[in-house]
């Protein structure tokens, strides 16, 4: 990875919400590299093209045609060369069932799409600078969802 940016990916079937997604990072002035998908097929071929560069931090909707949110996380935790991965779930849904299933899978945090603007630049400035070596390490469920 290019240490000069943050490598970041957005695979969500919402274009108002990657659009709003890339305004964010672009106000926050994180040097970040910003890569999009509108579906969990277009992402999992990323993935895999073992000539694509790996984001640091995956932000991945549920939601999606195709193949969903959920079946993206369970296929990149089983890859040995994704399983590292950090996963931010970005999400409409509040429902405790896809919150405890994205947990129980292996994601990083769990995020409710903010309906404003300034709050989705305070989570995605939140998540950005957390260090997920160390943060995953001592992972439960009190610390899973973030709440603003």
Request: with cysteine; charged share 30%; glycine share 2%.
């Amino acid at each position: 990875m290019n240490s000069d940016y943050i490598n970041i990916a957005l695979a969500d079937d919402d274009e108002d919400d990657r659009l709003f997604f890339t305004e964010a990072f672009e106000e926050l002035k994180i040097k970040s590299k910003v890569l999009l998908f509108k579906d969990g097929i277009e992402l999992m071929e990323y993935l895999n093209d073992f000539n694509n560069s790996l984001p640091s931090l995956l932000f991945l909707d549920l939601n999606m045609p195709k193949k969903s949110g959920l079946e993206c996380l369970k296929d990149i935790k089983a890859t040995k060369r994704l399983c590292d991965m950090a996963i931010a779930i970005y999400s409409t849904s509040a429902s405790e069932e896809d919150i405890e299933n994205t947990f129980v899978k292996g994601a990083n945090i769990y995020i409710k799409k903010p309906n404003d603007f300034e709050k989705l630049k305070k989570v995605l400035s939140e998540v950005v600078t957390t260090n997920w070596q160390y943060h995953t390490s001592g992972l439960n469920k009190d610390n899973f969802l973030l709440r603003l």
